[in-house]
């Protein structure tokens, strides 16, 4: 299993191809050196190595575009910026040819990417990524293996000895990429404006690839010795089988505790094994390749552990001096079996809205972060960090339990790992933003919602026309967990002259519902069956044209036969419109972009089953309305975050 090659030797290889003829595999030793002529990768792993680079060539090249992406979308976001504050008209729009040639061109790459089809009831067992996500998997498969077999038909006894001498090449060049897309420190991630957790995907799916390349380098090589009966005798005098089995068989194990059930089932399990056999995997391997005629191929796993150490450190650095000085939490029963975490940190004095930190509270969890959107603003909140947690199990049901059994002012010592940015744009840039949030979702939208106000107040030109704030939730008495919040952000954005709508939608609530119906829980089924869908449409809707749409969407919402709707307002909350059902997000974005005066944002955070819904409804609605492709409607920039 012989993979390196020998950088020294300048001894050509033979013309020839190399042939059986005259060999006696009855006779050991004439056996033993045929066997050892299917080996020489002298030239063979020069090749290799070269493909392997190749592949490189390729990552950056994709980084690189990702990376031109990005510098181009906050170049435009920007020249609004400035539009604005020169009081120009519609900042939000496309005016010239460069920027209207980019939303035309990312109008033609969203809509087929923000899809997902996914099961979502059995998204435990299963999770299919976005289309965008799958057409980049896809691509990534594709070329590597192109790289394994294009310009590689070696005639005679090494044909598939030499395939399999350039997919293990290729194999250990995917364990730096591995590591690029595991960390959370990580370059890539910093270029192409990426949260780890969508990286994550992609760390998935290139240890899937890697797999693959290692299943053809043993395969191929396996199937290249035992054509001639070689099999035993390279298992009996070669190192590298064993120890390539080794790896291997980690390889595989890695993998299959990677799948989502296994997953699930213990989170922290899945790292600390995760982990431990990542190390177990590294050994493996450098013994592996230091078993090949040369070892030059393991330069790629020390690469792999200098960038793991590297991130490690950075990491550790920073961790240390957010927490020099520990913070102090105290914690808040709310309504629903929630949460609030208050915390004073003196260290960290600002971050953006929709960061995230992973939460250590020695008294509750020891062994991992609990990861938690910030619901405040640097700003806001007298300046500390604010969470909220529903209890689920473990840590979040020990905090509950705490915050019950203690007094307001009990304190508890917490570290923080982060603050960690979300990789949104700034939504102040656009001219209509649509919030949507399902349950402690709002955490992350409220946190937006704060800091445009905040921005708003400070009398900042910001090219926001209307901001669309949609939150769903079981019960109507968990609107008090941010209330306040909500009341004081709607008030300064009125006072900016922002036009604001708010509604939030109550899926499960008997009391609610029975004032709506007798029947109770509106949608049918019980009040354990309120995942946010999106209701399914007459099919006679999707021949309308745009003018009957305009028409539609300035008139009634149409509603599916399972939801019902009753409009009401809280007192705590009078900007805010209550509803019983749930939301049709096609008219609603519908409505918005027919309304638009420049490009509009849409900001999800939730189940997985509120953003599988918001994501068709945009794709469906963008494709009717044929936005930023001729039809002078602006296009939908959407951002998605998910929680488990």
Partial sequence: ???????????????SPLNATGVDFSNETQAFDFLQEILDDSTLGAIGNQYARYFWYGVVVVIGIASLCNIAQRS?????????????????????????????????????????????AASRWVKVPPLGHIYIIVAYFGFILALVFINNNVPGAQHYQALGIRAGWLGAAQVPLLILTSSKTNLIGFLVNSSVERLNIYHRWVSRGLLLLATLHFGLQSHAWNIYGLMAMEWQTDACPPTGMAAYAILLWMNLTSLAPLRFFSYKIFVVQHLLTYFGFTIAIVYHLYGTSSPYSTNYIYISIALYLVGQLIRFVRTVIVNIRPSKATLTVLEGDATEIRLSSRQIKSWGAGSYVRLFMPRFNIVLGHPATILSTSSSHDGDMVFILRARGGFTRRLLKAAEAGSHQ???????????????????????????????????????????????????????????????????????????????AFNMLHEAGIETVCNIHITCDDDIANDVSAGGCQCGEGCGCCQVQEEKQDSESNQQTSLDKEKEAEGNTVQSSRTQSSATSDADLPYAEIQVGRPTFRNLLERRVLQAQGETAVAVCGPLGLSVAVRAAVVKVSDDLAVDKGSKLSGVYMHIENFE
């Fill in 410 to 488: 009990s304190e508890y010592l917490a570290f923080i790992d982060g603050p960690y940015p979300s990789p949104h744009a700034d939504f102040a840039c656009f001219d209509t933003l649509i919030l949507i949030a399902g349950s402690t979702g709002v955490t992350f939208t409220l946190s937006i919602l704060l800091d445009i106000a905040r921005r708003a107040q400070a009398k900042q030109s910001l090219p926001l026309r209307t901001l669309h704030f949609t939150w769903v939730i079981k019960r109507r008495s968990w609107i008090s967990w941010v209330s306040e919040e909500l009341q004081s």
């Fill in 76 to 120: 435009v976001l920007w020249m609004r910026l400035r539009a604005s504050a020169r009081n120009r008209s519609r900042p939000a729009t496309s005016t010239n040819f460069f920027t209207q040639s980019l939303a035309t061109a990312a109008a033609l790459l969203r809509e087929p990417s923000y899809l997902q089809i996914t099961p979502v």
């Fill in 1 to 15: 299993m012989d993979m390196g090659m020998d950088m020294g030797g300048d001894s050509p290889s033979s013309s």
